[in-house]
């Protein structure tokens, strides 16, 4: 395959900027540029900051044969950190930590087998971080670099011990809870006595125990699958992070237990509006799922939900299907309606405007801050607001109750966001129509009717 013919202007540029020892992408469109070169080997992204990239050899070597580099220099094929290194502008890569990452977790091996758990977690958890800081750190300089898969190993034997004991400390409260010493969802005053064995002793936070619960029952459905996921991602030459253990985990059905707990983002209010004045296909895609607000929602008016995001919630399907995990706008079409509350971040534009180009679904509702009307600098914006314009736009007219951030256990805020559904639906000529019609309507009048007087109001 010709490469040279295939790269862009911008991911030449990337190259030529990356042979300095790294690149960090301004916006999202670098982002896809950067893992567009890290698939054909040429650049290799940072384990968790997907913004960042480093070179590869075949990279360099493309750079030098594009004329990007100076040729006749052999330096110029090296990172800038080895370089500086060499020269004597920094000091060299202290010792490898491997003997005290070792320590950290025959320390935290003991301390489990003799019951002292949350112990073991902390010790677990800070062999962890610094095999994952280790690693991440070897990998830039030559003199270190074959030392990554041993840091790599450590912190797949430090994760594992680490689940080990969350799913210890979870089946600890869980039992707890069972016996009346700890208090259960609702008010704290559902434990008899005074003594109460609370979520903060086990050292987990609420999320942290539902995680360990659903590893729990991975573990006992299938038997040793977190270790041989661990091994797996360490085989393939990956780091084993939390975050991708969750999400070979989360492949697995959830139980119904799993699915009362769920933590919903977007007011029903909003959601009760919508689907009074819109109709959508029996199947319905929310690839902005979080916690599943919108999906149940759906589900209760009829309709069977396809649901994903680029995080791991362990959103369910009423049936226990669990969400999909990855970025949309690496997705392909599904053919079906969507319905759904997308970031409102950097990333907002390149999804609505994905969905229109690549999914192109025959109807598109999506719940949107009315600052969107305006702005034009971002192309993708400009694309699904001129060239493909919502057919219908209805404006709340008061503002929908704050809908605060996934974790958020602070002052509940007043909102101060002016809200509107979009909807987008496709035109018997392929196209999305020129004409948007705009109504702006009270979510109080399309309520049910046994919906409380606090629900319905701002």
């Known amino acids: 395959m010709d490469m040279t013919a295939m790269l862009s202007p911008e991911q030449k540029d990337i190259l030529r900027a990356v042979a300095a020892g790294e690149y960090r992408a301004p916006d999202g469109g670098g982002k896809r540029r950067i893992q567009r070169l890290h698939q054909h080997g040429l650049v290799r ?5 997907m913004m960042l990239c480093f070179p590869t050899d075949a990279g360099m070597t493309l750079a030098r ?7 006749s220099s052999p330096e110029a094929a090296l990172p800038a950190a080895t370089l500086a290194v060499e020269f004597g502008l920094v000091e060299a890569p202290k010792p490898a930590k491997v003997p005290e990452i070792v320590m950290m977790l025959e320390t935290a091996a003991r301390l489990f087998d003799e019951g002292d758990i949350q112990r073991a977690r902390v010790i677990a958890d800070g062999a962890y971080d610094l095999s994952q800081a280790e690693a991440r750190f070897a990998a830039k300089y030559a003199a270190t670099r074959e030392l990554v898969p041993k840091f790599r190993q450590l912190q797949g034997d430090a994760l594992l011990m680490e689940t080990r004991c969350k799913i210890q400390l979870a089946k600890a409260y869980d039992a707890a809870q069972e016996a009346g010493q700890a208090a259960k969802k609702g008010r704290p005053k559902n434990v008899a006595t005074d003594d109460i064995f609370k979520q903060a002793e086990a050292g987990l936070t609420r999320q942290e125990i539902h995680d360990a619960r659903k590893l729990a029952a991975a573990e006992e459905k299938t038997p040793g699958i977190a270790e041989r996921a661990i091994a797996a991602r360490v085989a393939a030459g990956l780091a084993p992070t939390r975050a991708n253990l969750k999400n070979a985990i989360g492949t697995k059905t959830a139980t119904k237990e799993e699915r009362g707990n769920n933590l919903y983002e977007t007011p ?3 959601t009760n509006v919508v689907l009074a004045l819109e109709s959508f296909t029996a199947t319905v895609n929310d690839p902005f799922c979080g916690r599943g607000a919108i999906v149940r929602m759906l589900e209760a008016a009829g309709y069977e939900v396809i649901l994903g995001d680029i995080e791991d919630y362990g959103t369910t399907t009423k049936d226990g299907v669990v969400q999909d995990v990855g970025d949309f706008r690496e997705t392909e079409s599904a053919g079906f309606d969507i319905v759904s509350n997308p970031p409102y971040g950097d990333e907002m534009n390149s999804c609505i405007a994905h969905a229109l180009r690549v999914h192109r679904p025959r109807k598109m509702a999506l719940l949107l801050n009315l600052n969107v009307l305006a702005g034009f600098e971002d192309p993708d914006r400009t694309f699904y607001m001129e060239e493909c314009p919502p ?11 704050m809908m605060h951030r996934d974790g958020w256990d602070g002052k509940i805020a007043g909102s101060q966001m002016n809200t509107m559904w979009c909807v987008w639906e496709l035109q018997k000529d392929g196209s999305y129509g020129s004409e948007t019609v705009v109504r702006r309507v009270d979510y109080a009048d399309f309520q049910p009717a046994d919906a409380s007087e606090s629900e319905a109001a701002e």
Do not use: N, Q, S
């Open 45 to 49: 992204r940072h384990d968790t900051d």
């Open 65 to 71: 044969d594009l004329g990007l580099l100076d040729a």
């Open 268 to 270: 029903a209010l909003a």
């Open 391 to 401: 057919a219908r736009i209805y404006v709340m007219k008061r503002r929908l109750p």
